[in-house]
C-alpha cells in the first residue's frame, strides 16, 4: 500500500497512528508530498488534490481519513479501532476528534489565506465558539485516564485534534484551562505511535 502524506496534515496524522496501532506501518510505503503545491503524483492517485490518500494493494484510492481507517480495520481487524462492544461510543468520540479538528484545521487555512482578521468573519467566530463547545464537552467526558493497553479510533481522533490546537493555534490554550483533559491528552500521546508521528 501506499500513503500521501506531509508532516502537519492532523487527518494524515491520524492515519499514520492507526497503522502504527495496527502492526500495519511495513506494509506501507509513505508518499511524502505537497497537497498545496498540486503534487502530481498524489493528484493522479487523488483528484481532490488532498491528504490523507491510501493506494490499496489492489490499487484502488482511498480518501477521508476516516475510512482510511474503517478500511484498514477491515485488512486486520485485531487490535480492532472500532470494537463492535463500544461502536456508538468509539464513533461518537471520533465524531467530535474529527470535528475539533476541522474547527481547528480551517480556522489555520483561513488565516493562511487571507489574514488573521478572518477570524472576526461570521465563519470564524462560528469556528471559535465550535472549538470552545467541543473542549467543554470532551473535558465533561475525557474524565478517566485511558487503558495504555488499548486504544481506539474515538481516543485517536481527539488526542491528534488536540496536539494539532497546541501545534498550530497555541493561543486557544486548551491545557491550561483543562488540567483533566491536559492528564488525558498526556497519557494517550505518551504512546510509540504518537512519538513517531509528533507534528513538525
Ligand atoms: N476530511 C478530510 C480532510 C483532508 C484535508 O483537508 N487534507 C488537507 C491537508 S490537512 C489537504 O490535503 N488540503 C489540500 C487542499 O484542500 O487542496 C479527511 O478527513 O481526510
Request: include cysteine; charged fraction near 20%; proline fraction near 6%.
Amino acid at each position: 500500500m501506499e500513503l500521501y502524506l506531509n508532516a502537519t496534515s492532523p487527518y494524515a496524522r491520524l492515519t499514520r497512528i492507526v497503522l502504527l496501532e495496527k502492526g500495519l506501518a511495513e506494509t506501507v510505503t509513505l508518499k511524502w508530498c505537497d497537497p498545496w503545491a498540486d503534487d502530481a503524483e498524489l493528484l493522479k492517485a487523488n483528484p481532490a488534490g488532498r491528504i490523507p490518500a491510501l493506494v490499496t494493494e489492489e490499487g484502488a484510492t482511498l480518501s477521508e481519513s476516516m475510512l482510511i481507517a474503517v478500511y484498514l480495520d477491515s485488512v486486520s481487524p485485531n487490535p480492532p479501532m472500532l470494537p463492535a462492544a463500544n461502536m456508538a461510543e468509539v464513533m461518537h468520540l471520533a465524531g467530535l476528534g474529527q470535528n475539533l479538528m476541522d474547527a481547528a484545521f480551517t480556522t489555520v487555512i483561513a488565516r493562511k489565506h487571507y489574514g488573521n482578521a478572518i477570524d472576526e468573519s461570521e465563519l470564524g467566530q462560528r469556528r471559535s465558539r465550535a472549538i470552545q463547545r467541543l473542549l467543554n464537552q470532551l473535558k465533561g467526558e475525557l474524565g478517566e485516564t485511558p487503558q495504555p493497553s488499548t486504544i481506539n479510533l474515538g481516543e485517536i481522533a481527539i488526542a491528534v485534534a488536540l496536539d494539532y490546537l497546541a501545534f498550530r493555534l497555541p493561543e486557544v490554550s486548551w491545557k491550561e484551562e483543562n488540567p483533566q483533559l491536559q492528564e488525558w491528552h498526556l497519557a494517550v500521546t505518551a504512546r510509540a505511535s504518537f512519538q513517531e508521528t509528533a507534528f513538525v
